[in-house]
């Protein structure tokens, strides 16, 4: 950077001029640095900023779920709840049971998606006896285990036409017959299901029995779906 400066006599007449050099080449390097980093930092700030609107969008879907839960546990209302895989549903499930009249019995979780097509009217809603004998005889039904509590049909939406008429017989009857039995059996159950899928659009298509879907569609709660793809909430003391 070069500087001009006058040079005059005494009676204030230019003599000369004289110029002076500095070189500033470490101050333009630290002002580019400070440019650079000023554009992170803007860059940064409206990342964060939204980011910060995310979260808070988040955080109160996630309060109303809370809010359902704690809603609908005291009630013996069916519950269907909704999201993608890995967004907490089982976890909403346990703490609406927790939450419950019917705490201090069983809490059963059935997957539906886990069993073979031939074993579902065994597992889910029928004891086994009769024909069958010795350890057979001493496997109860899902739903006879979760007598007096709760059963947790996770992914509902994976049950084949034949055992989704089984079970709407279950839910409208709360009773059944065990497999080579003859007395009805019945039962006092709280139903809670999940599933990833969209119902309406099963029953729709013709793959989900409608009748089952408004049984099951009493009260439903929709997970709200994290960044990471996870919801972390009921891990906090709001579950206790």
């Known amino acids: 950077m070069a500087r001009f400066n006058p ?30 980093e000023n554009v992170v930092l803007r860059r940064g700030n409206r990342l964060a900023l939204r980011c910060s609107r995310k979260s808070l969008v988040r ?36 703490a609406i049971h927790k939450r419950s009249k019917r705490s201090g019995r069983a ?70 017959e065990r497999v080579g039995g003859s007395q009805p059996i019945s039962v006092d159950v709280r139903v809670l299901a999940a599933t990833n899928r969209d119902l309406k659009a099963a029953v729709a298509a013709g793959t989900f029995r409608q009748d089952l879907f408004y049984r099951l569609n009493v009260f439903p709660i929709q997970c709200p779906r994290c960044a990471n793809g996870r919801t972390t909430f009921l891990s906090s003391s709001s579950t206790s």
């Open 107 to 176: 809490f059963v979780r059935v997957d539906c998606a886990a069993i073979p097509h031939c074993a579902h009217r065994l597992r889910i809603v029928r004891s086994r006896e009769g024909a069958f004998t010795g350890a057979l005889q001493r496997h109860l039904g899902r739903f006879e285990l979760a007598d007096g509590g709760t059963i947790f049909l996770d992914e509902i939406g994976e049950l084949p036409a034949e055992t989704q008429s089984t079970l709407l017989r279950v839910l409208q009857e709360r009773e059944f």
């Open 59 to 94: 955080r109160q879907a996630l309060r109303k779920v809370l809010a359902q839960a704690a809603k609908v546990a005291p009630v013996d209302s069916t519950v269907l709840i909704l999201g993608e895989t890995g967004t907490g549903k089982e976890l909403i499930a346990r």
């Open 7 to 36: 040079l005059r006599d005494d009676e204030g007449r230019i003599i000369r001029w004289y110029a002076t050099g500095i070189d500033i080449e470490e101050r333009k390097q630290a002002e580019e640095r400070v440019q650079k």
